[in-house]
């Protein structure tokens, strides 16, 4: 732990290892989305040096249309879905203190994926009314597992078991809503539910960019010293004065709106939520929830992920999710043949 003092007597602590994995996804991310707006799909490549001139303002007005229009609002969707879905992830992964913990498990995603699919089964809407029901669907479903885990206070495996559950009612009604629906309206829906970051324009990824402004203050600098002592357990936490079950609350209302507008920017997007905070702890080694590492990486892998899906089959695009699903599962299996060799499940 290193600390740099300022001259007006505060004082900021960070972690080397740590600073240095954010920065090095950061840059991992920045060489990735250039790179992704170069070779993006279409029959108009860019070289570097052009897309580099172009978003510093000295670009013929073709490659502004190409990259400003086209395939910037994608990239710029894939960083912050990754970085919104990470820190959900890591924030869940925190208050339950299981690697487990993520919202793909817990029923957030599915909650999402069922708002927006009554927006499209039931009144046909459009896309901004589907994010508008991704977001209340996550909601609804955050304060439905909060309602029924609350017993003298939330508690981890309390969370888990209610949101395991809530899942796999979710995922039933999900199912009868697709039997439900036309064809092209299924389609449209089974599309969206994979996750995919096809035809994203400046108006999916606006909301998202929003609402992290006001999410990210809230949770770096309000609740992640807290988070911190969480960790070491509720009375550990109450004796240093933490107000826990606020502080609880503040986080887990964050963390779902921040897979909400996440899901509704790009879909439920499997696995990321649940692999980057995971792998950024590995990196930085360093205990505690690695909120801003966690969100770094997840914003790398995202933009990766969506390149491998851009270019593993030429000629056809994958959605996303179906990459992040792959990657994402062959990961599970390992952290849970891992848990079971430590003997912690």
Same mark, same amino acid.
């Given at each position: ?107 957030? #995603?599915?909650? &999402?994926?069922?708002?927006? /699919? %009554? ?6 809407? =459009?896309?901004? @009314?589907?994010? $508008? ?116 609350? #503040?986080?887990? &209302?964050?963390?779902?709106? /921040? %897979? ?6 790009? =879909?439920?997007? @499997?696995?990321? $939520? ?72």
């Amino acid at each position: 732990m290193s600390v740099i003092r300022t001259g007006s007597g505060h004082s900021i602590a960070f972690r080397p290892r740590a600073l240095a994995v954010g920065l090095g996804c950061l840059v991992v991310a920045a060489v990735s989305s250039v790179f992704a707006i170069g070779s993006g799909s279409g029959d108009y490549p860019m070289t570097t040096q052009q897309v580099i001139d172009t978003l510093l303002g000295s670009g013929n007005p073709a490659d502004e249309f190409i990259v400003n229009d086209v395939r910037l609002p994608r990239v710029v969707t894939a960083l912050l879905v990754g970085g919104a879905l990470a820190l959900g992830g890591a924030i869940f992964q925190s208050v339950v203190r299981n690697p487990l913990g993520s919202p793909d498990v817990l029923g957030f #995603t599915q909650g &999402a994926a069922t708002g927006a /699919l %009554v927006t499209i089964v039931v009144f046909g809407s =459009g896309s901004a @009314a589907l994010a $508008a029901g991704a977001v209340t669907g996550g909601l609804a479903t955050g304060l439905l597992i909060y309602a029924l885990a609350w017993r003298q206070g939330v508690h981890g495996y309390r969370l888990v078991l209610t949101g395991i559950g809530i899942t796999a009612i979710l995922t039933g009604v999900n199912g009868y809503l697709l039997t439900r629906a036309q064809i092209t309206d299924a389609a449209r829906a089974v599309l969206w539910m994979t996750g995919s970051l096809n035809g994203r324009g400046w108006d999916d990824a606006v909301p998202l960019l929003v609402a992290m402004a006001v999410l990210l203050p809230v949770v770096l600098f309000g609740c992640a010293r807290a988070m911190r002592m969480l960790e070491m357990g509720d009375d550990a936490a109450f004796s240093l004065g933490v107000p826990v079950e606020r502080i609880r609350l #503040t986080v887990l &209302a964050s963390a779902v709106l /921040l %897979v909400s507008f996440g899901a509704a920017a790009a =879909g439920p997007v @499997a696995f990321v $939520a649940l692999t980057a905070p995971q792998v950024a702890k590995r990196m930085t080694r360093s205990p505690g929830p690695n909120l801003v590492p966690s969100m770094c990486t997840g914003a790398a892998l995202l933009v990766l992920a969506d390149l491998a899906a851009q270019r593993v089959f030429e000629g056809h695009q994958l959605p996303v999710g179906v990459v992040t699903g792959v990657l994402g599962g062959g990961y599970l299996v390992w952290l849970l043949a891992t848990e079971r060799k430590a003997g912690r499940i």
